[in-house]
Each structure stands twice: as C-alpha cells, then as structure tokens.
C-alpha cells in the first residue's frame, strides 16, 4: 500500500488529510514537529510527503533539506512566489498555497506517484508523452521518434530527472558538462530553444518552460 506522511502541527489540517487520503486508499503516519518529522523519516520510508512550513522546533524548511530519494509537496499559507521558487530550488516537488482544494491536491499527489513510479527504472524516463530511453540514447513524443544532439539530450534528460524542479543555468551546466563540452554559458539557452522547437514540431506543445532570470524546468502537464 501506497504510504504518505503527513507533517503538520495543525490538529484540524492533519485529520482532514488523513480522512481524505485514507477513503483513496492510501496509507497515513503523521508528525507534528520537525523533529518528530526526522525521527518518523529515520524509521518509516514513505513514497511521498506532505509538510507543512511553520512547524514547532525544526522548520519545515529545514526538514525539507533532509529529504532525499522522496517527492515532496509543500503545503503552506505562505504564497509568495519567492519563497516557492525558493522551495521548488531547495528540493521540493510541487508547492499547495493553503486554503487549498482537495481534489486539486489529490491530482497533484497523483501526478507526483506516477513520476517516482517511472523513475525507479533510471534507463527509462517518462514525463507524460515525453520518453526517454538511456541504454541507446533515443527520445520519442507520443511514440514518435525525436532526433535530438548529445546536448539536447542530455539537457532533457536532466529536466525529466528532476520534475517539476527549476533547474539554474549553472546546475544545467555543471550536471551536462562532462558529457557535454560544447555547452558554455553563452550556448545553452540556443541549445533549449532548439530543443523546444524539435518538441513543439510533434504535437504543437511547449513542454519546457523558461523561468526568468532563473532557468528552466519541465511545464505542468
């Protein structure tokens, strides 16, 4: 069975979420404080976390950075769009501005599922009609070949690695240059844009999405 946990100090959130993921099937365990979050962390291994910013003790932010390996998705009133870029860079999978919708949330939960689902086989990467495929380094977009460069290969790959995570140009660079040498600074946004353009051609879709002054990260299917 599926398990998620719950971190959030608030009692009425907590047993709303618990309810709602329970009738969908889902497992529950639950802690209230950032510290209690680490020690529920160390002795349970669940396919997906829901935290809540503003904990007692530990901070939610700090939590968040002692995560690996896990999807998380932030839940928190603060909706400032610094701070989610600032989540999002830190680590987290997707952002809910509380009050939030559930079934919203449940979609979001979903789509997070499928995404660590696909990623326990690392040859084979999928991000709906995108596919990856490591061993002979092929692309294909609803099933239709996609020739793409060593670079722009590498660039997507790296995006469909990290789901709904802005990536820097800077980590773009430094996690594509040893395979990728003819990828500067100067190059790389003529690299994306060429390799928007060959998804684009397939089916008229936009499937990388440029943040500005930031990077660039995987749009919201």
Not at 18 to 33: F, I, K, M, Q, W
Not at 50 to 78: F, N, Q
Request: net charge negative; charged share 25%.
């Amino acid at each position: 069975m599926t398990t998620i946990a719950v971190i959030d100090d608030d009692i009425y959130i907590g047993n709303m979420l618990e309810e709602l993921l329970r009738g969908e099937g889902y497992d529950v365990v639950r802690a209230y404080s950032g510290t209690e979050a680490l020690l529920l962390l160390d002795s349970r291994r669940p396919d997906l976390v829901l935290l809540d910013l503003m904990l007692p003790g530990l901070s939610g932010d700090e939590v968040l950075k002692r995560i690996s390996g896990i999807p998380v998705i932030v839940l928190s009133a603060r909706g400032d769009s610094a701070d989610k870029v600032s989540l999002l860079l830190s680590g987290a999978s997707d952002y809910v501005t509380k009050p939030f919708d559930t079934r919203e949330l449940l979609a979001r939960i979903t789509v997070q599922l499928r995404r660590r689902e696909h990623s326990d086989n690392p040859s084979l990467l999928s991000y709906g009609p995108l596919s990856l495929n490591a061993a002979p380094h092929t692309a294909a977009l609803n099933g239709i070949p996609v020739h793409l460069t060593r670079t722009e290969y590498a660039i997507l790959k790296l995006l469909m690695q990290n789901p709904g995570q802005v990536l820097t140009k800077s980590q773009l660079l430094e996690r594509i240059g040893a395979d990728t040498p003819d990828c500067t600074e100067s190059s790389l946004k003529i690299h994306v844009s060429n390799l928007r353009k060959k998804l684009r051609e397939v089916d008229g879709r936009d499937y990388i999405e440029a943040v500005w002054g930031i990077g660039f990260k995987l749009r919201d299917l």
